[in-house]
């Protein structure tokens, strides 16, 4: 009968080491008495199982797991769990071991470390990624949600100097974080071209900072040559050359501003033409040829001028006639025209167009009388219309002249801050001024001739690069001298039109393009001659019409004079006729 094996006395022990195994139980063992509890104790256990599935199958199985034991190798009468395999590869590798160990706590800790500084990184990219978001949010905001807003309000001049200082500063700052994402950068450069609108636009309020308008749309142009060609990008840059143009013809660039309004018509033709259905671009276009017609003319090249115009209101009447920018467009376009022809000698023509532009302009000032961009655009158009009846119809030049007048002074009234409603009331009281002159009412014309000379003043120390102020008070040196002629106050009169003289030859001298700046500066030149004689100056008269006669000249072999303008060349060669003798 077997004896029961799941209790084994030790004196049962001895007798199993000694009946199976090589060694003597009275020999010292490799191990002391605690490891019978481990493989041993199992090596033990499996040797006396009831059950022979579960036994050793032979001696030598039992005995390659006892060299195993001996051999710090895992036995089979243990479970091959994977911690008992790897105390016993310690057992065998212990230095290997507790060096591999501190190696993988130090990747462990590694690994830590560097995810620690990753979530780190992340987070601080994050807050980092949502400030910008942020900043961008309030750029446009600002730009694109406030200012229409309060662009059109009156008394809202300083609120939008707060504004462009603001956005610049918060534009300069996203322009400087990302370089590579196409949709903010195209963002940027509207961004940039809208404060540049507010710095400056000559058809609208705002802050005549043509230099600083100038710098905002020369950013937005370098962002924009950097963008994809798609329609969008490509408005966009026709329209920042377009607006680009107005502004540094109102610096007197005339050269610059061609170019850009020729690279603008280049873009909008193309664009126009592949999308017949689009108004906008369809009226920009239109626009933009206007713009090229009205640098012409205002250097004398009606010649040029003249065909743009026609063309450009023949166009506008195949565009939707109750769209209140086609009615502004057609307005001003019509008006442009007439200006021209009058200046080209062709007197009934002009006034025929421009009886068709006071009817557009006047309906849309009913009818928006708050739009101060509509009130501007009248403004223009009753300036150009006592232009073209000035000599002809002088009673009707001053009529519309106090009424551009009364219009200027509604919007000083409105936004006493706004230097470019500051600047309309100059020229207006210049306009009034010169055709008070116009029909011998002298007292009256000094007077709105001086306030318009004070006004300029004001308007150069506030913004000296701004050359079109210099300009219109050349221009008013000269009216100012006329109405001092027929006083008979010669003395002033020659100081007067000597300075008028001055003046154009300094921005003639800033861009040899600028023809107009020289045909100014020979009527000036005309004028002092014509006073000089009176003074019983003769020889230096001679010398003042023969610089007239050079200048005049040279702008004939230029095409740079209209026909009108040959009655001032008859008039200065009679002059030198008279003088032969001196």
């Known amino acids: 009968m077997d004896e029961p094996t799941e209790i084994l006395t030790e004196k049962q022990n001895r007798q199993i080491y000694s009946k199976h195994s090589v060694v003597s139980p ?26 022979s599935d579960r036994r050793y199958g032979s001696v030598e199985d039992l005995s390659k797991d006892i060299t195993n034991y001996l051999n ?116 940027l450069a509207s961004a940039y071209e809208k404060v540049g609108e507010l710095q400056a636009n000559p058809n609208k309020s705002s802050l005549n900072d043509l230099v600083g308008a100038i710098e905002s749309y020369q950013k937005a142009q370098n962002i924009r ?67 090229l017609g009205a640098t012409y003319s205002s250097n004398n ?54 009886t068709k532009a006071i009817k557009i302009t006047d309906d849309l000032t009913n009818k928006y009388p708050n739009d101060s961009l509509i009130r501007l655009n009248t403004f223009r158009i009753y300036s150009f219309a006592s232009g073209i009846y000035e000599e002809v119809k002088n009673d009707i030049a001053l009529e519309f002249a106090q009424k551009a007048l009364q219009m200027a002074n509604r919007a000083v009234e409105t936004d006493a801050a706004d230097l470019l409603a500051k600047a309309t009331q100059a020229r207006a009281f210049s306009r009034v001024g010169i055709c008070l002159v116009n029909v011998e009412k002298i007292s009256p014309a000094i007077e709105n001739l001086q306030k318009a000379e004070n006004l300029f003043r004001e308007l150069i120390a506030q913004e000296t690069r701004n050359l079109s102020y210099q300009r219109s008070l050349a221009i008013l040196h000269q009216r100012l001298g006329d109405a001092q002629t027929l006083q008979t106050k010669y003395s002033e009169a020659l100081d007067s039109y000597q300075k008028s003289a001055k003046l154009f030859e300094n921005l003639a001298s800033m861009d040899d393009k600028n023809t107009l700046a020289r045909r100014d500066e020979a009527q000036a030149l005309k004028n002092i001659g014509y006073i000089q004689i009176k003074l019983n100056q003769k020889k230096e008269a001679k010398e003042t019409f023969q610089k007239a006669l050079q200048i005049v000249n040279y702008l004939k072999s230029q095409n740079a004079l209209g026909e009108i303008d040959q009655k001032m060349i008859d008039e200065i060669q009679t002059a030198l006729e008279k003088l032969t003798f001196y």
């Open 301 to 354: 090249q009606y010649g040029e001028a003249i065909p743009i115009f026609q063309k450009a209101i023949a166009d506008l009447a195949f565009l939707d006639q109750n769209n209140k920018e086609v009615q502004r467009i057609s307005s001003l376009a019509l008006a442009q025209f007439s200006n021209a022809l009058s200046w080209d000698g062709k007197q009934p023509e002009a006034e025929v167009e421009m």
């Open 72 to 187: 710090n190798l895992p036995v089979v009468a243990r479970p091959n769990t994977f911690f008992y395999r790897a105390s016993k590869f310690y057992s065998r590798n212990k230095t290997a071991s507790i060096v591999g160990i501190f190696l993988a706590l130090s990747l462990i800790f590694g690994i830590i470390a560097t995810t620690w500084q990753s979530i780190i990184a992340r987070q601080q990219r994050d807050r980092a990624e949502n400030r910008f978001n942020d900043v961008r949010k309030l750029s446009n905001s600002l730009l694109f949600e406030i200012t229409p807003n309060i662009e059109n309000l009156n008394g809202s001049t300083k609120a939008r100097e707060i504004l462009v200082k603001r956005a610049l500063e918060y534009l300069d700052s996203l322009a400087n974080e990302s370089q590579t994402d196409m949709q903010l950068q195209s963002e």
């Open 225 to 291: 040559h950097n963008l994809p060609i798609t329609l969008e990008n490509q408005k966009g840059l026709a329209e920042n050359f377009r607006r680009y143009s107005d502004v540094i013809f109102a610096q007197n660039d005339v050269q610059s501003s061609l170019k850009a309004t020729n690279n603008a018509l280049e873009i909008y033709q193309r664009l126009s033409t592949e999308n017949p259905r689009s108004l906008d671009l369809q009226t920009a276009y239109i626009q933009t040829r206007l713009d």
């Open 26 to 51: 009275s020999a010292k063992l490799p191990f002391n008495s605690s490891q019978l509890k481990g493989d041993l104790d199992n090596i033990i256990l499996m040797a006396l199982r009831k059950e």
